[in-house]
C-alpha cells in the first residue's frame, strides 16, 4: 500500500527534516507580499501566523492543521519579524 506522504494530496512527514534550502526556496518572503503585510496585518503575531499559513498554502494548496506544520518553518518566519 502507497504510503500517504507519497499520494497527490502534500502532508508534511513528521521524520523529515527541512534543509535550509529547501526553507528558502519554499518559504521566503516576495517584496509584494512582504510590503502587504507590513500595510495590512498588525501585530507581530497575527504577522507570523498569516505569513506561515500564507507559504504553507502556497506550497501545499491547502491550510493544514497548525500543529502539523514544522516547528522549523515556524522558526524560519519568525527571523523575519
Not at 507519497?6 to 512527514?13: I, K
Not at 529547501?22 to 500595510?39: F, R
Amino acid at each position: 500500500m502507497t504510503s500517504i506522504f507519497r499520494t497527490a494530496y502534500p502532508r508534511f512527514h513528521p521524520n523529515k527534516k527541512l534543509r535550509a534550502k529547501e526553507l528558502e526556496a519554499d518559504y521566503s518572503l516576495t517584496t509584494a507580499e512582504l510590503n502587504y503585510i507590513k500595510e495590512n496585518i498588525r501585530g507581530d503575531s497575527l504577522r507570523l501566523g498569516f505569513t506561515v499559513l500564507l507559504k504553507v498554502f502556497q506550497r501545499m494548496g491547502y491550510f493544514p492543521a497548525i500543529n502539523t506544520i514544522p516547528e522549523t518553518v515556524i522558526k524560519y518566519r519568525l527571523g523575519s519579524f
